[in-house]
C-alpha cells in the first residue's frame, strides 16, 4: 500500500487490489462491463487512500479538459467582475469550470497566459484584450489548434475574429445628444486609447454628435487619458481647465476617469452640474454614491459574459471555428444629476435615485 506523501495513482489501486489498471479505470468510470462488487471494492479503496484523478491525463485521453479560460485586462471595477460572473453562472450550468486570469494590462502577461491555458488543455478561451496589446499572434495561435477563441469587450483587429461587445458608438452618441439637448455647446471628451474598439468608437460618436448637430469638433477639447483610473481623469481635468476654451461639459471615456475629473471641478469650486455638466461611461456601482451622482452608460457586462459563454458553445458545435461571428449588446443610457447642465443643486438632487440596496 502507498504510504507517506506519495500521490494516489491508478497503478497504485491496481497492486492493491491485484487488478489490471484498465479494470481499475472502467470501474472508476462506471463501465457497464465491470460488476457492482469490483466497483464497489475499487471505489473503498480509492476513498481509503484519498486517491485522486490526474485531471491531465484524463483530458489528454479524451481530448477534453471542461475547462473555459478566460482573460481579463483588470478586475477593477464592478464592469469585469460582472462580465466573469455571467461566464461562470453559464459555463457552470454547461458543465464547464472556469480559469480566470488577469493581464494587469501587459501583453507579457497576456501571452503567458494564453501558452498556460494552452498547456492545460482548455477547451475554449474568452479574452478582453489588454490595452498594451498590438501583436496578435499568440490569438492565432489559440486558433491555429482549432480551440474557440471568443473576445469580449475588447476586440483586435483580426479577420474572422468572435466576439461580444457593446455598442458603445451608441451608447456615446446618445449620451452626446443628451448633453447636447442640455444646452451644452463646448464639450470636451477625456479620451482612451484609439487603439481599442472601445475608446476609438466613444470618440468617434463624440465627433460625430457634434458634426451633427451642427457644433465644431476642436481638438483642444479633447484631452488623452494615460489610463482609466481617476489620477489620469484628474490630470487630464487639470489640462484641459488651464487651456484657452473653458468647456461647459466633460465626456470622460471611463467613469473612473470621471471621477477624478469630479475632484478636480470640486478643488477649483467649479460646481457640477450648474457650471459645468460630466458624464462618464460604465455606470460603475460608485456613480450613485458621488455628489452629484454621475451620469453615465450601462455596459450590461454581466449579459456580456453570458452572450460569449454562448457564442463559445456554439463554436463548439461547428467544425469551423474561425468564422467570425459578432454579438452587439445594446447599452443603456443612465442620466443622473451630473449632466442636467446649469440646473439649480435641488434639480440635481431631485434625478438621483436612492444608492442601491435601499
Known amino acids: 500500500m502507498a504510504k507517506g506523501n506519495k500521490r494516489i495513482s491508478i497503478h497504485d489501486l491496481a497492486a492493491e487490489l491485484g487488478l489490471s489498471v484498465s479494470t481499475i479505470s472502467r470501474a472508476l468510470n462506471n463501465a457497464s462491463d465491470v460488476s457492482d462488487a469490483t466497483k464497489a471494492q475499487v471505489w473503498a479503496l480509492a476513498e481509503k487512500l484519498n486517491y485522486q484523478p490526474n485531471s491531465m491525463a484524463a483530458s489528454l485521453r479524451s481530448g477534453r479538459s471542461n475547462i473555459l479560460g ?49 498547456k492545460a488543455q482548455v477547451d475554449g478561451v474568452l479574452v478582453s484584450m489588454s490595452n498594451t496589446t498590438r501583436d496578435y499572434d499568440h490569438f492565432e495561435q489559440v486558433r491555429r489548434k482549432g480551440i474557440p477563441l471568443v473576445f469580449f469587450d475588447r476586440m ?69 487619458l494615460a489610463n482609466s483610473r481617476e489620477k489620469a481623469g484628474a490630470a487630464a481635468m487639470r489640462q484641459l481647465l488651464d487651456g484657452r476654451i473653458r468647456p461647459d461639459a466633460v465626456f470622460a471615456a471611463y467613469d473612473f476617469a470621471a471621477a477624478g475629473a ?22 460603475e456601482p460608485f456613480t450613485t454614491m458621488v455628489k452629484p451622482q454621475l451620469t453615465s452608460v450601462d ?33 443603456k443610457l443612465v442620466v443622473r444629476g451630473s449632466s442636467l447642465y446649469g440646473q439649480p443643486a435641488f434639480a440635481a438632487q431631485a434625478i438621483n435615485g436612492p444608492p442601491p440596496g435601499l
Open 70 to 118: 478566460v482573460i481579463v485586462p483588470h478586475i477593477n471595477g464592478a464592469f469585469f467582475p460582472a462580465v466573469v460572473h455571467g461566464i461562470e453562472r453559464l459555463a457552470s450550468q454547461a458543465g464547464f469550470n472556469v480559469m480566470i486570469c488577469q493581464s494587469s494590462e501587459e501583453v507579457g502577461r497576456e501571452v503567458a497566459h494564453i501558452k498556460a491555458l494552452l
Open 299 to 331: 455596459q450590461q457586462g454581466e449579459r456580456m459574459g453570458e452572450a460569449a459563454v454562448h457564442l463559445f458553445l456554439q463554436l463548439q458545435k461547428r467544425s469551423d471555428t474561425f468564422t467570425g461571428q459578432r454579438i452587439v449588446l445594446k447599452p
Open 156 to 224: 483586435p483587429e483580426m479577420p474572422n475574429v468572435c466576439g461580444v461587445v457593446a455598442d458603445d458608438y451608441r451608447g456615446a452618441y446618445q449620451l452626446m445628444e443628451h448633453l447636447i439637448g442640455q444646452g451644452c455647446r463646448r464639450i470636451a471628451h477625456l479620451a482612451g486609447p484609439q487603439h481599442l474598439n472601445i475608446t476609438y468608437n466613444r470618440h468617434k460618436a463624440y465627433h460625430d454628435a457634434l458634426l451633427a448637430h451642427g457644433l465644431p469638433y476642436d481638438e483642444q477639447l479633447v484631452v488623452p
Open 262 to 283: 469630479l475632484q478636480v471641478l470640486e478643488e477649483r469650486g467649479i460646481r457640477v452640474p450648474q457650471d459645468m455638466a460630466l458624464a462618464g461611461f460604465s455606470n
